[in-house]
């Protein structure tokens, strides 16, 4: 099931810093979901319609990790390096968690993101 996410500026998602986004996931009843062997990927953009994306993490790569929260493997924490980040410009992009195996291709979590400069870079 879909579910929102934004990341507001509440969040402190600033420039150049690393973070990590973490994303409990739940199915359509509301219990955590097992996603063992699943393949993810995170995108943002700086439009929901831009041609490409900005950035993209993805478990293959092993930026994107699957792991225990409320269940078992039902969080997915993408872990993004200050380098990312540094050269994006400030301001509101859009995000999506996805499950990108072929047959069961699904938008787990969506939303926008709030990039913030500060005086540190």
């Known amino acids: ?7 507001t500026g509440n969040d402190h998602f600033i420039k150049g810093e690393d973070k990590t986004v973490v994303f409990d996931i ?3 009843a509301g219990t955590a979901q097992t ?5 993810l990927e995170w995108i943002v953009r700086k ?3 831009a041609p490409s994306a900005t950035l993209t993490k993805t478990t293959g790569a092993a930026q994107v990790a699957i792991s225990n929260g409320d269940g078992t493997d039902d969080r997915a924490t993408v ?3 200050d380098t ?5 410009p400030a301001g509101r992009y859009q995000h999506a968690l996805r499950r990108t195996d072929a047959g069961s291709e699904q938008v787990l979590a969506y939303g926008y993101l709030e990039l913030i400069e500060t005086a540190a870079r």
Do not use: P, R
């Open 1 to 7: 099931m879909s579910k929102v996410a934004d990341i």
């Open 26 to 28: 739940v199915d359509s």
């Open 35 to 39: 996603m063992t062997g699943w393949a």
């Open 47 to 49: 439009t929901v319609d």
């Open 79 to 81: 872990t993004v390096t």
């Open 84 to 88: 990312d980040t540094v050269d994006l």
